[in-house]
Nanobody
Framework: VQLQASGGGLVQAGGSLRLSCAAS????????MGWFRQAPGKEREFVAA????????DYADSMKGRFTISRDNAKNTVYLQMSSLKPEDTAVYYC?????????????????WGQGTQVTVSS
């Protein structure tokens, strides 16, 4: 399984960004696809996840209403649309995958990781 994250960049507070995670290497019909982030000096934290089959989603409380996760089956790609960005959203964002149907919030439950993409929100 290979995950390729992209779409990060520098944005002003209140702005928007869309991250992409291109997945390859197998069929993902029974997978959970997630986004995590890690700020300097902090632990990696859960952002959002989507069940590839069915498309149901889950979000960290602080992201609800601002971030939207989705997937495109035809392109084998997962997206994270981020809006109303705040300086505290600054972090490296990682996409991750795990088999099964349960969404876990701990990064230790995910087997596959992309390389990360930097998101910087200026005030």
């Amino acid at each position: 399984v290979q995950l390729q994250a992209s779409g990060g960049g520098l944005v002003q507070a209140g702005g928007s960004l869309r991250l992409s995670c291109a997945a390859s290497g197998r069929t993902f019909s029974n997978y959970i696809m997630g986004w995590f982030r890690q700020a300097p000096g902090k632990e990696r934290e859960f952002v959002a996840a989507v069940r590839w089959s069915g498309g149901s989603t889950d979000y960290a409380d602080s992201m609800k209403g601002r971030f939207t996760i989705s997937r495109d089956n035809a392109k084998n790609t997962v997206y994270l649309q981020m809006s109303s960005l705040k300086p505290e959203d600054t972090a490296v964002y990682y996409c991750a995958a795990r088999s099964g149907s349960v969404i876990y919030y701990s990064s230790s439950n995910y087997n596959y990781w992309g390389q990360g993409t930097q998101v910087t929100v200026s005030s």
